[in-house]
Nanobody
């Protein structure tokens, strides 16, 4: 099983990035993929999730209206489009995979079977 994130980088406030989570080694259609972020010295925050098994999507309040999650089943990849980025969005972003779960449950309980190493997002003020 592999989850590999890409698309991170450094952008100014108000900029945009699109993160990708390329997955392999499991049946994509049976899983939910979540995005989390972590800042050193601070707690983990669930950002967004999408469930391929039940079609649900969830966003944390902090990103609602700015981030959009989507999936490409042919590529077994989940994307996180991040617009209007703010300095407080700076973090290591990583994706996770959870078998047969709702998106909100994945993000709010931080339950996963596998996770990727992450990609750094830095938003300068």
């Amino acid at each position: 099983v592999q989850l590999v994130e890409s698309g991170g980088g450094q952008v100014p406030t108000g900029g945009s990035l699109r993160l990708s989570c390329a997955t392999s080694g499991f049946r994509f259609e049976d899983y939910a993929v979540g995005w989390f972020r972590q800042v050193p010295g601070k707690g983990r925050e669930g950002v967004s999730g999408i469930s391929m098994s039940d079609g649900s999507i969830y966003y944390a309040e902090s990103v609602k209206g700015r981030f959009t999650i989507s999936s490409d089943h042919a590529k077994s990849t989940v994307y996180l489009q991040m617009n209007d980025l703010k300095p407080e969005d700076t973090a290591l972003y990583y994706c996770t995979a959870t078998w047969a779960e709702e998106a909100e449950v994945v993000v709010t309980t931080a339950r996963w079977d596998w996770r990727g190493p992450g990609t750094q997002v830095t938003v300068s003020s």
